[in-house]
């Protein structure tokens, strides 16, 4: 038994707080937070190149052969949601991209009809409530109808990663062609009728913190559709400048003055996302606060990325590498003890926003979103 699995079984039923949890003892750190939402990195590549995301001549990838396999991924799903995971998303790179991301997210709906697992600390039967994906949109509206299926599939949700209704700016900021390929997904995913449809934005002071803002404040009016302005972030690659950053106070004076009141929203007990809305408009907007006002105290989000590894936290360089352990064979339980043991470590908050910009960390694009 390695030196993390004898940590965590050695803790195992030592906080109370812990053994009366909805999730199993291995979901819960020594903060009593209960992580109930998995994100899955299903490819490191992407069909652009964002400023924000990854330099313009991209990043060094991982050889196909050492990221997860379908089966990888569905093991790992399986598990996790025997343990009480209640939401999966995958994320990329660009998931879209991947060409068994169909067959992925059909596997992955089955187990919201339900997921036995042998473990000893599952007493009930466990279900997956929600499959998201977050994706850039470019190549999502013909692979849209397939993984949707009118909710068979299982895909329930959709965050389309869009920073202008520019087609210019679009360009600037991608690096890439591609705005009427993301518009068209948006309008597909409407007409589809999945019951979630959102809008990332990524906000830089000089870039699209004008404009851009208030033109996605009024797409909402006609549109039933959650546009959440995200605060730029350091990671490696993306050339972070601490005056790029727009705090989202600034945003709302900005939206108010154009648009009056902001209707605040009430929000869920682990949401990363400040919800709003202008009365009488069919969408709402929202504001990911991660620089200016973090949301540690309420995380509830594990990652693992394209390669295997689980990462506790987005800001966190730790990782600890589950695919090599199923590889080696290992079973179910020591996969188990090994989760356990790193979302145990997990920090109370991460650094702080200028000890991040310094910080060693992966690019972006190859955490997962």
Not at 193 to 208: A, D, F, H, S, W
Not at 296 to 319: Q, S
Not at 337 to 363: D, T
Request: hydrophobic share 35%.
């Amino acid at each position: 038994m390695s030196d993390l699995s004898r940590s965590s079984h050695s803790k195992r039923w030592a906080n109370p707080a812990k053994q009366a949890s909805a999730v199993s003892d291995y979901l819960v750190d020594n903060f009593s937070r209960q992580h109930t939402y998995l994100r899955i990195s299903l490819t490191e590549r992407c069909n652009l190149r964002c400023t924000y995301c990854m330099p313009e001549e991209g990043v060094p990838l991982t050889p196909s052969a050492n990221l997860l396999t379908k089966n990888e991924i569905l093991r790992l799903a399986k598990l996790f949601v025997g343990q009480g995971v209640t939401k999966i998303r995958l994320t990329g790179g660009e998931p879209t991209v991947r060409s068994d991301v169909i067959e992925i997210v059909r596997s992955l709906g089955q187990l919201k009809r339900g997921n036995k697992s042998s473990d000893r600390l599952n007493i009930q039967q466990r279900y997956l409530k929600s499959l998201a994906m977050t994706t850039n949109g470019v190549a999502l509206r013909r692979k849209l109808p397939a993984l949707f299926n009118n909710g068979v599939a299982g895909l329930d949700t959709v965050n389309i990663s869009l920073d202008t209704l520019n087609p210019d700016l679009f360009q600037i900021m991608t690096r890439r062609k591609g705005f009427d390929k993301v518009m068209e997904s948006i309008e597909e995913a409407l007409r589809l009728g999945l019951p979630q449809v959102k809008i990332n934005t990524v906000v830089m002071k000089g870039v699209n913190d004008q404009e851009d803002v208030l033109n996605f404040v009024a797409f909402t009016k006609e549109h039933p559709i959650n546009v959440r302005f995200i605060e730029y972030m350091p990671f490696d690659g993306n050339k972070w400048n601490r005056d790029r950053l727009v705090p989202f106070e600034e945003l709302i004076q900005k939206i108010k003055s154009r648009f009056g009141r902001l209707e605040k929203l009430q929000d869920e007990p682990n949401d990363t996302t400040k919800h709003y809305k202008i009365p009488g408009f069919k969408g709402k907007i929202g504001f990911i606060t991660s620089m200016t006002d973090h949301f540690c105290g309420t995380c509830n989000r594990l990652r693992i990325t394209a390669d295997g590894n689980i990462k506790v936290c987005l800001f966190g360089n730790t990782e600890v590498s589950l695919r090599d352990m199923m590889r080696n064979g290992r079973t179910d339980q020591e996969l188990l003890e090994v989760i356990g043991a790193a979302v145990n470590k997990k920090k109370k908050q991460h650094a702080g926003m200028f000890k991040l910009a310094s910080s060693k960390n992966r690019p972006m694009i190859l955490i997962g979103g």
